[in-house]
């Protein structure tokens, strides 16, 4: 794959569950067989590393370790720039998608990897909290020409109450395009299996549909 498309997880704001949208969508996209890279690219907090590290140093029934159906790798501002960092490690991997995970409070990593990005998904929580940091996200994603997906996340009810508000207000107000997919709050399906391969990926497994089938059509 000479040029896979690269998809940036970032909202600039933290605990927005860019890392664990990172994970469950690479866990989404090789289930259906494509060969996917997650860059760590949040060197502050290193989740997708922790992540992987915890899989890797879990032993299976049969007492070998377990590994992940994808690959991870780290960056850090001393592995030199992000770019060609990211373009050796597809390389290296023969990636066919390259999922990045950039840290909330590094608008200047963001700024970096959008030049090569196919897609930026945003995943904002639906409080007013969350979702008045869109234009810092935005702005960026605007200046770059990449197109931005908000992705509600964690909402109590898909669909209703204050998620359908927030989908409103990102629309309307923001004029953002935002996922038909929505992440339901639930912690057990999504929070407590951090660091292991989830049983189970929820509405991750149609958000991958749904990306895969609008990269397709633009
Ligand atoms: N859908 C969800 N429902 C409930 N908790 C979640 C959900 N998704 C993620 N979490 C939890 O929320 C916290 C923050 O998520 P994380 O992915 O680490 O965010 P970020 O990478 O943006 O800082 C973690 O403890 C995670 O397990
Ligand atoms: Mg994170």
Not at 108 to 118: F, I
Request: glycine share 8%.
């Amino acid at each position: 794959m000479p040029n896979p498309p690269w998809w940036v997880i970032n909202y600039l704001k933290g605990g927005s569950r860019k890392t664990t949208t990172s994970i469950f969508l690479a866990f989404a996209l090789a289930a259906s067989g494509e060969d996917v890279l997650v860059v760590d690219a949040d060197h502050g907090t290193q989740g997708v590393t922790d992540w992987a590290s915890r899989v890797y140093a879990t032993p299976d029934p049969e007492g070998d370790f377990l590994s992940l159906p994808f690959d991870v790798v780290q960056w850090s501002p001393q592995s030199g720039l992000l770019v060609p960092f990211v373009q050796r490690a597809a390389k290296d991997t023969g990636a066919q998608r390259v999922l990045i995970d950039v840290g909330g409070e590094a608008p200047e990593v963001l700024r970096q990897v959008l030049v090569k990005a196919r897609l930026l998904i945003a995943p904002i929580g639906p409080e007013e909290g969350e979702l008045s940091r869109v234009p810092a996200t935005a702005s960026l994603a605007k200046a770059a020409r990449v197109p931005l997906h908000a992705l509600l996340t964690r909402v109590p009810a898909p669909g209703k109450g204050i998620a359908r508000d927030a989908r409103r207000y990102l629309a309307e107000d923001e004029h953002l395009p935002v996922l038909q997919t929505e992440i339901p709050q639930d912690r057990e399906t999504y929070a407590h299996v951090w660091g292991k391969i989830p049983p189970n990926l929820g509405a991750y497994a149609p958000l991958a549909d749904e990306l895969r089938m609008w990269e397709a059509a633009g």
